[in-house]
């Protein structure tokens, strides 16, 4: 008797084959050697994108040189391509620090940094391939701790720019040529409202002092200008009048210049007629001796 379990299932009255066709067997095998190749071609390429470098690692060691940026081959499943960023990036920063007068004061500044292109595998090795926040950062910080730590309050506010300058240089000295730092902005300097309310009351009254000096000095110089005027004015009334004396015909000169064509009444000025005369109208005179 034939054994019932080698019959096909019956379902309906009706014989269902279940065995595959040889053509569907034929696709199922070519789709998985084309996903088998697939995959081994993506497991042996990369591609560095542009701005980045890459750091080639093989059974955990990292190659002395970076790969440049394009597309390239690995060995599969072995060979392991890292990027590591080259470009130009931003990072914001807070440094709490403090002044000359034991001011608290918390600075807020924008790092602007780069990795050069020869320090990229030292980069990875040192500082897992992101060097801010393990490099950058707490040497910015210290630097910024001692340049605020040889000014006072009010002038880390008013000094800006030296305080931006001298934090740079610092930075760089410390990080060395690792990395570039390329510029160190300051967005805000933020300090106590005490504090601020000081530093505001101590630079009016600088404005009102330079105000008043400027006033002093000015009335100074207007005095002085005044003097100076006056004893012109002296000096040359007394020389005019001593060159009057010496020369009393030019007096009679001037006075025959001016003569109006009236009889003039001359009374000496005094008995020896050595000083000029006193001219006056004849006509005043005559209306005088009117009874």
Same mark, same amino acid.
């Given at each position: 008797?034939?054994?019932?379990?080698?019959?096909?299932?019956?379902?309906?009255?009706?014989?269902?084959?279940?065995?595959?066709?040889?053509?569907?067997?034929?696709?199922?095998? *070519?789709?998985?050697?084309?996903?088998?190749?697939?995959?081994?071609?993506?497991?042996?390429?990369?591609?560095?994108?542009?701005?980045?470098?890459?750091?080639?690692?093989?059974?955990?060691?990292?190659?002395?040189?970076?790969?440049?940026?394009?597309?390239?081959?690995? &060995?599969?499943?072995? &060979?392991?391509?890292?990027?590591?960023?080259?470009?130009?990036?931003?990072?914001?920063?807070?440094?709490?620090?403090?002044?000359?007068?034991?001011?608290?004061?918390?600075?807020?500044?924008? *790092?602007?940094?780069?990795?050069?292109?020869?320090?990229?595998?030292?980069?990875?090795?040192?500082?897992?391939?992101?060097?801010?926040?393990?490099?950058?950062?707490?040497?910015?910080?210290?630097?910024?701790?001692?340049?605020?730590?040889?000014? &006072?309050?009010?002038?880390?506010?008013?000094?800006?720019?030296?305080?931006?300058?001298?934090?740079?240089?610092?930075?760089?000295?410390?990080?060395?040529?690792?990395?570039?730092?390329?510029?160190?902005?300051?967005?805000?300097?933020?300090?106590?409202?005490?504090?601020?309310?000081?530093?505001?009351?101590?630079?009016?009254?600088?404005?009102?002092?330079?105000?008043?000096?400027?006033?002093?000095?000015?009335?100074?110089?207007?005095?002085?200008?005044? *003097?100076?005027?006056?004893?012109?004015?002296?000096?040359?009334?007394?020389?005019?009048?001593?060159?009057?004396?010496?020369?009393?015909?030019?007096?009679?000169?001037?006075?025959?210049?001016?003569?109006?064509?009236?009889?003039?009444? *001359?009374?000496?000025?005094?008995?020896?007629?050595?000083?000029?005369?006193?001219?006056?109208?004849?006509?005043?005179?005559?209306?005088?001796?009117?009874?």
């Amino acid at each position: 008797m034939p054994n019932p379990s080698s019959r096909p299932p019956n379902w309906g009255g009706q014989n269902v084959n279940l065995q595959m066709p040889p053509y569907l067997l034929k696709v199922i095998a *070519v789709a998985v050697v084309v996903f088998v190749l697939v995959i081994i071609g993506a497991a042996s390429s990369y591609i560095i994108e542009p701005g980045t470098r890459g750091v080639k690692i093989t059974l955990g060691k990292a190659e002395d040189k970076f790969l440049p940026e394009g597309f390239g081959f690995r &060995t599969p499943f072995i &060979t392991q391509i890292v990027p590591v960023l080259i470009k130009q990036r931003t990072v914001t920063l807070h440094a709490d620090c403090f002044s000359s007068d034991l001011q608290q004061v918390t600075v807020e500044v924008c *790092v602007l940094y780069q990795v050069p292109e020869s320090s990229v595998v030292q980069i990875f090795r040192q500082y897992s391939g992101d060097p801010f926040d393990s490099l950058i950062a707490p040497r910015v910080q210290e630097a910024l701790k001692e340049v605020t730590a040889a000014l &006072t309050a009010d002038l880390i506010v008013k000094r800006r720019d030296e305080v931006k300058t001298n934090a740079i240089a610092a930075s760089r000295l410390k990080i060395g040529e690792i990395l570039d730092v390329k510029d160190i902005v300051i967005r805000n300097i933020h300090l106590s409202k005490e504090l601020e309310t000081a530093i505001e009351k101590k630079m009016v009254a600088e404005q009102e002092a330079a105000q008043a000096r400027f006033t002093q000095v000015q009335t100074q110089v207007e005095a002085e200008t005044a *003097v100076i005027r006056a004893e012109g004015e002296a000096k040359a009334i007394r020389v005019r009048g001593e060159a009057l004396k010496l020369n009393p015909a030019f007096i009679r000169l001037q006075i025959v210049e001016k003569w109006n064509g009236k009889s003039p009444l *001359v009374v000496p000025a005094d008995p020896n007629n050595s000083g000029p005369n006193l001219l006056l109208p004849l006509g005043s005179m005559n209306g005088l001796q009117k009874p």
